[in-house]
């Protein structure tokens, strides 16, 4: 590959991850080590929509219909977690789309930003898990305003070189053999829960004064232990790969990469249980550009799309067809089966928090050392 073919495939959004990975392997250089392409300028016009997703969603083969039909794919643009897309949102930026969790759901509906969709427009929509349209606080008054796209675990990445397990525990990431080589995300749903569920509240999502105290204290002794919030996957793979970390909250996708990349990486099954999310696309209620909207939902609903994001970022997919599009191996590499609800009924499963704004406030103090 010539260099002015690499950067037109980078820049323009058209080269996949496993495109990227092969070139930069044949000079020696891993993606874990190379955040650029999640971050890649996209060069669509303003005739596409506006999609705001997380880092790596602008990989073309997640949308490979649409960028068959116009020739590129829609405008990304990024968040870190759903708080800081909401506020965004709530100060005027105005997406076409947007791609939250189910857990958030209810609180952007209730904000007015949400436009109901049509499921009819919905190619696959027959095809989807049916487990997955029925996740609670979808549809209110008949109306349906999230569609899932994809799901998976949140869980322990470590190295399985550096790090000497007793048992698979959420305490590896208060465990003081590894202090200043710990990391989590950056994210109430991803500090506060994980906290939650290892201090066993009962209910993590709705938990009474008592257990809040008890996960705060573990916030607290777990803050020195730590080399820092990570704002996104790729400051987690790349402090992995590299050693700087041992451990860290990840889902899926920083598993599969690192390990396609021949790092000894290991996944976590926690006894106190994964944490099993789904996420999906909304059309926001300032889009305009609904045709387009459609069709980009219809090409990440498509089987294909669906089989290459089970192969390339180890997630499972919400279109059954997608399965049948995957080896027996690569779903076993990658801790999936034929049956999407043997892992969605297992686990911690994700939803509405219902004391956020106590528990925001209160793990914006941990963080400030307060």
Same mark, same amino acid.
């Given at each position: 590959?010539?260099?002015?073919?690499?950067?037109?495939?980078?820049?323009?959004?058209?080269? *996949?991850?496993?495109?990227?990975?092969?070139?930069?392997? #044949?000079?020696?250089?891993?993606?874990?080590?190379?955040?650029?392409?999640?971050?890649?300028?996209?060069? #669509?016009?303003?005739?596409?929509?506006?999609?705001?997703?997380?880092?790596?969603?602008?990989?073309?083969?997640?949308?490979?219909?649409?960028?068959?039909?116009?020739?590129?794919?829609?405008?990304?643009?990024?968040? %870190?977690?759903?708080? !800081?897309?909401?506020?965004?949102?709530?100060?005027?930026?105005?997406?076409?789309?947007?791609?939250?969790?189910?857990?958030?759901?209810?609180?952007?509906?209730?904000?007015?930003?949400?436009?109901?969709?049509?499921?009819?427009?919905?190619?696959?929509?027959?095809?989807?898990?049916?487990?997955?349209? !029925?996740?609670? %606080?979808?549809?209110?008054?008949?109306?349906?305003?999230?569609?899932?796209?994809?799901?998976?675990?949140?869980?322990?990445?470590?190295?399985?070189?550096?790090?000497?397990?007793?048992?698979?525990?959420?305490?590896?990431?208060?465990?003081?053999?590894?202090? %200043?080589?710990?990391?989590?995300?950056?994210? $109430?749903?991803?500090?506060?829960?994980?906290?939650?569920?290892?201090?066993?509240?009962?209910?993590?999502?709705?938990?009474?004064?008592?257990?809040?105290?008890?996960?705060?204290?573990?916030?607290?002794?777990?803050?020195? $232990?730590?080399?820092?919030?990570?704002?996104?996957?790729?400051?987690?793979?790349?402090?992995?790969?590299?050693?700087?970390?041992?451990?860290?909250?990840?889902?899926?996708?920083?598993?599969?990469?690192?390990?396609? !990349?021949?790092?000894?990486?290991?996944?976590?099954?926690?006894?106190?249980?994964?944490?099993?999310?789904?996420?999906?696309? *909304?059309?926001? *209620?300032?889009?305009?550009?609904?045709?387009?909207?459609?069709?980009?939902?219809?090409?990440?609903?498509?089987?294909?799309? %669906?089989?290459?994001?089970?192969?390339?970022?180890?997630?499972?997919?919400?279109?059954?067809?997608?399965?049948?599009?995957?080896?027996?191996?690569?779903?076993?590499?990658?801790?999936?089966?034929?049956?999407?609800?043997?892992?969605?009924?297992?686990?911690?499963?994700?939803?509405?928090?219902?004391?956020?704004?106590?528990?925001? !406030?209160?793990?914006?103090?941990?963080?400030?050392?307060?």
């Amino acid at each position: 590959m010539g260099i002015n073919e690499f950067e037109d495939g980078l820049f323009s959004g058209k080269m *996949s991850r496993r495109t990227l990975s092969k070139a930069l392997a #044949a000079v020696g250089i891993g993606t874990a080590m190379f955040p650029l392409f999640h971050k890649s300028a996209n060069a #669509a016009t303003e005739d596409h929509p506006v999609v705001f997703t997380w880092e790596g969603y602008n990989d073309p083969g997640l949308h490979g219909s649409y960028l068959a039909k116009y020739g590129e794919g829609p405008n990304f643009t990024f968040f %870190g977690d759903e708080e !800081e897309a909401f506020t965004k949102i709530r100060a005027g930026f105005r997406p076409d789309m947007a791609q939250p969790c189910s857990y958030k759901i209810p609180a952007w509906r209730d904000a007015g930003i949400l436009m109901p969709l049509d499921t009819s427009a919905l190619t696959h929509w027959d095809d989807l898990v049916p487990s997955l349209k !029925e996740i609670p %606080g979808m549809v209110q008054n008949g109306q349906r305003h999230w569609v899932c796209s994809d799901w998976g675990q949140t869980s322990i990445l470590y190295r399985e070189d550096l790090v000497e397990l007793e048992e698979e525990s959420w305490g590896l990431l208060w465990d003081k053999r590894y202090a %200043g080589r710990l990391a989590l995300y950056d994210s $109430l749903i991803d500090g506060v829960m994980v906290a939650a569920i290892y201090g066993g509240a009962k209910d993590p999502f709705n938990m009474t004064k008592e257990e809040v105290a008890r996960t705060e204290a573990l916030l607290r002794e777990q803050l020195p $232990l730590l080399r820092y919030y990570a704002n996104g996957a790729t400051e987690i793979q790349t402090g992995i790969a590299s050693g700087e970390l041992v451990a860290a909250t990840a889902t899926n996708d920083s598993y599969t990469f690192l390990r396609s !990349e021949g790092h000894p990486v290991k996944w976590m099954n926690p006894k106190e249980g994964a944490m099993t999310w789904t996420c999906g696309m *909304s059309i926001m *209620s300032t889009a305009t550009k609904l045709d387009r909207c459609y069709e980009y939902l219809n090409a990440m609903l498509s089987p294909e799309a %669906g089989a290459y994001e089970i192969v390339e970022f180890g997630f499972g997919h919400a279109n059954l067809k997608a399965y049948d599009l995957v080896s027996e191996q690569d779903l076993l590499d990658r801790g999936l089966t034929r049956n999407p609800d043997d892992l969605l009924s297992a686990g911690v499963f994700q939803m509405p928090i219902g004391n956020e704004p106590e528990l925001q !406030e209160m793990f914006e103090q941990v963080k400030a050392g307060l």
